[in-house]
């Protein structure tokens, strides 16, 4: 059962390179989000995906695009990467109706930018 | 400005016993009240949920406390073992497919 996919897990950029985090999910859910992982910030919401070319802006979505052409893909891109965003980030998946319910999550990317 | 406040930030205590991690939350949309455990390396999973129409829910040692009126919940976990050590978050979610929103974690430790 392989739920929720990230690659890479570990990557190492430099300030101003450009990058795609993948995810992929295999259990047919309508809602997949993005988060990163800061210490002491907990869980903070980058940007979220309700069904196939719709996507929305969560808390922290500022350096960051997504886009959604099939329900099982949800990549993640940084344009110019900065050292703020040196981080862990975890790609999630769920139903999106009523009563929606459990967050399946990933294993996580973790992130340096030099 | 998070939507969730939770506490403690950390958390010791001896083998057997009972920590407790509270969280409070503003918006009175939100209807479903997770808590998630991640160990070192690994992705939240979830560990227990509540919705506002129950003030507790038991699943084994974790039990959920809800006050809707204070807009507060409690993760309480009975007889604590070196096993639970770990990251908890509380969380809170709203709506039809609406995002879910995290505290900002609470690193148990329990020494043997």
Redesign the interface.
């Given at each position: 059962n392989a739920g929720v996919t990230q690659t890479p897990k570990f990557q190492v950029l430099k300030t101003g390179q450009s990058m795609t985090l993948q995810c992929a999910q295999d259990m047919n859910h309508e809602y997949m989000s993005w988060y990163r992982q800061d210490p002491g910030m907990g869980l903070r919401l980058i940007h979220y995906s309700v069904g196939a070319g719709i996507t929305d802006q969560g808390e922290v979505p500022n350096g960051y695009n997504v886009s959604r052409s099939t329900t099982e893909d949800f990549p993640l891109r940084l344009l110019s990467a900065a050292p703020s965003q040196t981080s862990v980030y975890f790609c999630a998946s769920s139903y999106a109706s009523a009563g929606a319910g459990e967050l399946f999550f990933g294993e996580g990317s973790r992130l340096t930018v030099l | 400005q998070?939507q969730v406040k939770?506490s403690p930030?950390s958390l010791i205590v001896q083998k057997g016993g009972i920590p407790i991690i509270n969280c409070a939350y503003e918006n009175t949309a939100f209807d479903?009240f997770?808590w998630y455990q991640q160990f070192p390396?690994?992705?939240?999973?979830?560990l227990i949920?509540i919705r506002p129409d129950v003030s507790e829910k038991k699943e084994g040692r974790f039990t959920i406390s809800f006050n809707k009126s204070a807009k507060q919940f409690s993760l309480h976990i009975m007889d604590s073992q070196p096993g639970d050590s770990a990251t908890y978050?509380c969380?809170a979610?709203g709506d039809?497919?609406?995002?879910?929103?995290?505290?900002?974690?609470t690193r148990l430790t329990v020494k043997p």
């Open positions: - | 998070q939770q930030q479903y997770p390396g690994k992705g939240p999973a979830l949920a978050f969380a979610r039809i497919g609406a995002d879910m929103r995290f505290g900002a974690g």
